[in-house]
């Protein structure tokens, strides 16, 4: 695919997960887009640094501990995407909150790498500081297939 068609897959990912409404926030089209052999490296030297590797590892392993961790479905509100052949870098902000009532709004910049119209690898870099203080450290017990 060329870089404007990744972008534009990006975009409608994004834009279908950012509805005010949580009911309304629609993550089919980014689990359908999520390569089978998919990786998602959290950057950093902290508890959540690590490769979930598979689309299972990230949407059960992640994803999945994530929504245990907020009170309403992950919104995560993208307002820059850059592409460059098989790369969407995209940039956005977090809008969310604990069940504490701990706002967990982190700005996050995430590198997308396709392949085919697939997400093959997410490279993830954020406010580790806030991730640790709004969520606490990621357990061990919850990883799998993470290394």
């Known amino acids: 695919m060329s870089a404007s068609a990744n972008k534009k897959l990006m975009q409608d990912i994004f834009a279908a997960a950012a509805s005010r409404d949580p009911a309304a926030r629609d993550r089919a089209l980014f689990t359908e887009s999520l390569?089978?052999?998919?990786?998602?490296?959290?950057?950093?030297?902290?508890?959540?640094?690590?490769?979930f590797s598979?689309?299972?590892?990230i949407l059960n392993d992640l994803h999945a501990y994530v929504r245990t961790r907020l009170v309403d479905r992950t919104r995560t509100v993208a307002h820059r995407f850059t592409a460059d052949d098989d790369v969407v870098v995209v940039e956005a902000k977090g809008d969310n909150v604990t069940p504490e009532g701990v706002r967990y709004d982190n700005d996050y910049c995430l590198v997308f790498r396709l392949e085919d119209g697939k997400i093959k690898e997410i490279r993830e870099y954020c406010d580790s500081v806030l991730t640790e203080k709004a969520l606490g450290p990621f357990p061990q017990t919850a990883v799998r297939t993470a290394s």
Do not use: C, F, M, N
């Open 54 to 57: 598979g689309k299972e590892a």
């Open 35 to 51: 390569a089978d052999d998919a990786k998602w490296i959290v950057t950093g030297q902290y508890s959540w640094s690590r490769t």
